[in-house]
């Protein structure tokens, strides 16, 4: 098992920054491709970024690009998320998720999320 949990998360204004971690234990965490999904309030559930066990190579959803940054530390098993000029519309839960194959399909481990809101 893997267990996941996410912190950094709060209330920003827009144009501010954020950055989110998630600390991983149980397993050997850094064979596990991590990423970060986000659920704003009423719609699905969304990847936003992944990055590979090594932190080689990284993935991230066109609308994000150049706004969120993935990494990873493995010695630390921690993931971060960068958020820079934040907008009202990243307001959602923002989910850590960890997989042996993929996190941008259904990943096998999941969080419990940290909340962001937005202020405009």
């Known amino acids: 098992q893997v267990q996941l949990v996410e912190s950094g998360g709060g209330l920003a204004q827009a144009g501010g920054s954020l950055r989110l971690s998630c600390a991983a234990s149980?397993?050997?965490?850094?064979?596990?491709?991590m990423g970060w999904w986000r659920q704003a309030p009423g719609k699905e559930r969304e990847f936003i970024a992944a990055?590979?066990?090594?932190?080689?190579?990284?993935y991230s959803l066109h609308s994000v690009k150049g706004r969120f940054t993935i990494s990873r530390d493995n010695a630390k098993n921690t993931v971060y998320l960068q958020i820079n000029s934040l907008k009202p519309e990243d307001t959602a839960v923002y989910y850590c998720?960890?997989?042996?194959?993929?996190?941008?399909?259904?990943?096998?481990?999941w969080g419990k999320g940290t909340l962001v809101t937005v202020s405009s």
């Open positions: 998720a960890a997989d042996r194959k993929t996190v941008v399909a259904v990943p096998s481990y």
């Open positions: 149980g397993r050997t965490t850094s064979n596990y491709h």
């Open positions: 990055i590979s066990w090594n932190g080689t190579s990284t």
